[in-house]
């Protein structure tokens, strides 16, 4: 630039020198006539400009209109699992989504990818899903590991609860048992081999329509007639149809973001490996279990938003990495507080404290100014809103303190007895629960990278991938399309270990070095035990999809 | 408050008025259901099939799921905040 700029001054002397005549252009003694005179190329400066503006906004104009185009692309290829028919007491097959920010960005980011490349392609085919959310590392991981807590407490609950209905029946059934059966029968029927006299048949069946009355579906509207269509069948879900042995082919969990699939596996790993029961909550409420401090303290479930199905645009803080350290001294300290309550026998925690002062301020605003008084509560009112807070987030960090950590998973983590006997002999088979579905840790696992750059110096990138994006959407379209085709193969550590690891490439290397000091889970190693590897499905999201075009069709023609 | 009889009795609603309510409510259900079916039935099925299939398909089933759930709870949600607006006796930040 400066050297056209060198060189164009002594032009623009001369220039100033003697006026330049316009160039002329074209003309035409038509176009005259129509009061066009001139036709010329605007000059140079309004060139580049509207060469520059072309170029921009023509380059985004074909991004999208791509992107437009590739996103037709898949919902059109996966259609036909949309256009099944469909029973109204059907409940279509449900895909678990984990979202995580992007490091040092907000959560938006990662719901931007799931919502423009993913969800339109899940919603053709008629897929539905439950999303969670993270805000801060360490959620996703928590809620998989209780959830999956929980399902195991639920089996053990089922299990138990079938036994004591065979107990029953057995008792029942014994010959002991038949007697008594036949004197009890004697009992309550006994009385009404008594002949009814007529009035009393009339009465009885007046009542009996009276009853059948009351409810109006008996009688008319759309329920009299479909009755056993509309009411008598419970709702079914797709998943729970699924083969008995292959409890992996149905459902997905999908981790969006590399971060968000390191949480799931550590947490499944938690769930599976860990104890039933908080071990820290025994250490440390152990003492103040007297007291009736209980309830505050025991960890529960994490906040994991669970959003609706269009998702909240609110952006959620992303929080820096929380170190794990940091969370064990506190609630060291904490159990030392309690010990000083105790010692002291102080039956007043903190929270009474404060609410005496406040009481204290209030009988005094009575005696004082007015606008004094003000300042007092308020004040008052600002230190507990911060105590408030400060607790709020003791709590969150106690929460997300893991019942095992992944150094424990290879010796102290044990398989649990009560999900053994679905893996004998080298198959899987599908775990009983409630609903029939086989528990989410059954179903394989997918993940999507969410590229993500931060920083003025990544601007080249981010225009250079700004324009690509459609090449991107139909990765992502790919990708999609092979987990609703159900492409899947068992777990394999030496590949899986890497899925989307293109990802952290975009992490930034301030944030790299912060996490590392304050012991990020995602920067750990990725650890995963063989009990679970051996156990675990994924998507088989590598290799072209055309091939897999004739066992689509397959799939499209069996149906439910 | 009314102490044993005495002071301004609560007003009493006749069993006419009672019914007049019972109406209200009910045609506050009946439109509400009716406008449910006519949202979702235009917003799943005229739009995505125009009925070439006698069954619906599971895209429309999915769509009319999540229509339902969606309204009612859009319903009680609006309802709720009323309620709580009539309970003060502001609307729209106003007395």
């Known amino acids: 630039m400066s050297e056209s700029v060198k060189q164009q001054e002594p032009v623009a002397e001369a220039a100033q020198a003697v006026p330049k005549p316009k160039p002329k252009g074209y003309t035409n003694p038509a176009l005259k006539m129509m009061g066009i005179n001139n036709i010329r190329l605007p000059s140079r400066n309004w060139m580049v400009f509207w060469s520059l503006c072309g170029a921009i906004g023509g380059g985004t104009f074909y991004n999208y209109y791509q992107q437009k185009k590739v996103r037709e692309k898949w919902t059109k290829y996966v259609k036909p699992y949309g256009d099944k028919s469909f029973q109204l007491n059907n409940l ?44 801060r590392q360490g959620e996703i991981r928590s809620k998989v590991a209780q959830d999956i807590r929980d399902i195991r407490k639920e089996i053990i609950q089922l299990e138990n609860d079938t036994k004591e209905a065979e107990r ?5 059934n014994s010959i002991l048992n038949k007697p008594v059966k036949f004197f009890k029968w ?20 007046r009542e009996e329509f009276l009853l059948r009355v009351k409810d109006a579906k008996n009688i008319l509207g759309l329920y009299y007639k479909n009755r056993n269509e509309l009411i008598n069948k419970p709702a079914v879900s797709e998943d729970s149809l699924v083969d008995e042995y292959e409890p992996y082919n149905t459902g997905g969990v999908l981790c969006i973001g590399r971060g968000a699939y390191k949480e799931y596996i550590i947490g499944l790993q938690e769930g599976l490996l860990g104890p039933l029961e908080n071990p820290h909550a025994e250490k440390t409420v152990g003492i103040e279990d007297k007291q009736e401090n209980r309830i505050e303290e025991v960890p529960e479930v994490p906040e994991v938003k669970v959003l609706s199905l269009d998702d909240i645009k609110s952006p959620n803080n992303v929080e820096m990495p929380t170190n794990i350290s940091e969370i064990k001294s506190e609630s060291k300290n904490d159990t030392n507080e309690s010990n000083d309550i105790n010692n002291t026998n102080d039956t007043n925690d903190t929270n009474t404290n404060t609410n005496t002062n406040e009481t204290n301020n209030e009988t005094n605003n009575e005696t004082n100014n007015e ?81 993500n750059l931060v920083g003025i110096t990544t601007f080249p990138r981010r225009i250079y991938r700004y324009y690509n994006k459609h090449k991107l959407m139909d990765r992502y379209g790919e990708m999609t399309a092979k987990v609703i085709e159900k492409r899947i193969r068992k777990f394999d550590a030496s590949v899986d270990k ?45 290799g072209p999809i055309q091939e897999s075009q004739e066992s689509n069709s397959t799939i499209a023609d069996t149906q439910l | 408050m009314s102490f044993l009889g005495f002071g301004a009795a609560q007003p009493k609603l006749s069993s006419e008025q009672k019914i007049a309510a019972a109406e209200a409510e009910l045609d506050m259900v009946t439109d509400m259901f009716n406008r449910l079916v006519s949202t979702c039935h235009s917003k799943c099925i005229t739009s995505s099939s125009s009925y070439y299939e006698g069954d619906i398909n599971k895209n429309e089933g999915l769509c009319i799921d999540r229509c339902v759930a969606k309204y009612f709870d859009v319903n009680v949600k609006v309802g709720e905040q009323m309620q709580k607006l009539g309970q003060n006796g502001t609307f729209m930040g106003k007395r």
């Open chain 1, 92 to 135: 279509p097959r449900t895909l678990t989504i984990y979202v995580a920010p992007p490091p040092d960005d907000y959560l938006d980011e990662s719901l931007l990818v799931f919502r423009k490349y993913i969800k339109p392609i899940l919603n053709a085919a008629a897929v539905d899903f439950i999303l969670f959310t993270e805000s």
């Open chain 1, 168 to 172: 029953i029946r057995e008792k029942e």
């Open chain 1, 186 to 205: 004697l009992f309550f029927n006994g009385h009404k081999k008594v002949k009814k006299s007529e009035e009393e048949i009339e009465k009885d069946k």
């Open chain 1, 371 to 451: 606008t004094n008084n003000n300042n007092n509560s308020n004040d008052n009112e600002k230190v507990e809103e911060l105590t408030e807070k400060q607790k709020e987030e003791e709590k969150k960090k106690q929460k997300l303190i893991p019942y095992i950590t992944r150094e424990k998973f290879e010796n102290e983590g044990e398989f649990p007895k009560e999900l053994s006997k679905y893996y004998e002999n080298n198959k899987i088979k599908k775990i009983n629960t409630k609903d029939n579905i086989p528990p989410f840790f059954q179903q394989p696992v997918s993940v999507f990278p969410v590229y």
């Open chain 1, 498 to 542: 890497f899925s989307a690891i293109d990802e952290e490439e975009d992490w930034s290397k301030r944030w790299v070095k912060r996490g590392i000091e304050n012991n990020s889970e995602w920067l750990q190693d990725f650890v995963i035990d063989d009990r679970v590897a051996n156990k675990l499905w994924v998507y088989d999201l590598e």
